[in-house]
């Protein structure tokens, strides 16, 4: 007998998960390893310290262990913001008219307004509890940056960011809530490392990348004494940590014997979507249940739909080890016409095999008509979702509106990872009717792909 849902499932704070899911355990084909670019080698434990600490270090390469236990500071620090609630879309499902059941998993109530605070509050304890100074990073569009400001100032750790210039002149809010939690905000490309001010030189005036932020970011942990780098997205260790996301959704879903058809979720490195479809994806792996698992990402920067399946740099300066994963290649940068983030050239390696194996589908979505269903869910379920969620909301809805024409009752979840507070100028943008669409042709994509290592 269904029971009457409701519109806000939350769990209460015994049912939280006490451990990460490591879906790489139940993967047949395990992700590629990461490569040493000076050898071409597999990384080793030691060499990949150097970058990371070393309990993250671990958790990079660890391919076997299906549980990891939450330390009880991550949990308690969990606590202040989490569960996270599991909505039922009432309002959206009958303002569609669509017989299918919608259900999104929200992850903005926190104020980095993302998913990304629950596995930077784990990199800032396992950098405190090696006694390290600091941690640097980079941000594009700033969530990452935020989340880890957020986590250093509670850890009482220094964070140094380097923020892609363009969005630190754009986003001097964003900025602004980082400096306020005690960062370090430098813009990039800068002249504080040897690689930014190379970049520079090559290319003055560049309003700076992702790639360009994470050399600069990981030459500035390497060079000093007591730091090491953070990533929030595309690392394996991140996706664990975001399994929280998944595994709260699947005990709610339990609970009220919700049976998801398709699960989506955008795709930037990986992470909220690695994350909400890990458990889910574990149960499909021991053949225990299926779904249909759909990546949304952006047609100006496809990685997954049209990128190639081979190892690339994870950055511009090429200091980061090589991955092998469905990548535009590192020198890609995205029209600047794009608003709507999921800006980075590769994706994590952990979907990418799954992508492979046909485990899991992926599109590709234009930005008007992901900031149409933006507006719309706005309007409709009252949240005023980040560009990126918005990517994922396209889809549930395009799939809810299948189900009208077939009468099919599905039941369609996805996850809304943030809020858009921070993002009004791309809104003005679709508002003022100035937002159009890019998609890069195939030979602006040899250009990228020109340049992928020989491996
Ligand atoms: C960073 C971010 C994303 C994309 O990153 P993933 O690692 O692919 O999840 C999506 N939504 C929001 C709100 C973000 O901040």
Redesign the pocket.
Known sequence: MEQKIPYKIYLSEEELPKQWYNVRADMKIKPAPLLNPATNQPVTLEELSQIFCTELAKQELDNDNAYITIPEEIQNFYKMYRPAPLVRAYFLEKALGTPAKIYYKF??NNT?????LNSSIAQAYYAKKQGLKGVTTET??G??GTALAMACSYFDLDCKVFMVKCSYEQKPFRREVMRTYGANVTPSPSETTEVGRKILEEFPGTSGSLGCAISEAVECAVTNEGYRYVL???LSQ?LLH?SIIGLETMTACDKYGIQPDIII???????????LISPFMGRKLRGEADYQFIAVEPASCPSLTRGKYVYDFCDTGKVCPLSKMYTLGSGFIPSPNHAG??R?HGM?SVLSELYDEGLMEARSVEQTAVFEAATKFARIEGTLP?P??SHAIRVAIDEALKCKETGEEKTILF?L???GYFDMVAYQKFNDNLMSDYIPTDEELAKGFANLPNV
């Open positions: 992850e903005g980095s307004g993302s998913h990304k594009g569009a969530q990452w929030g997205s595309v991140v975001q979720g955008c795709a930037g490195g990986g992470s909220n979507l690695g994350g983030g999921l980075y994590s980040a990126e969620s996850g990872t943030g809020t």
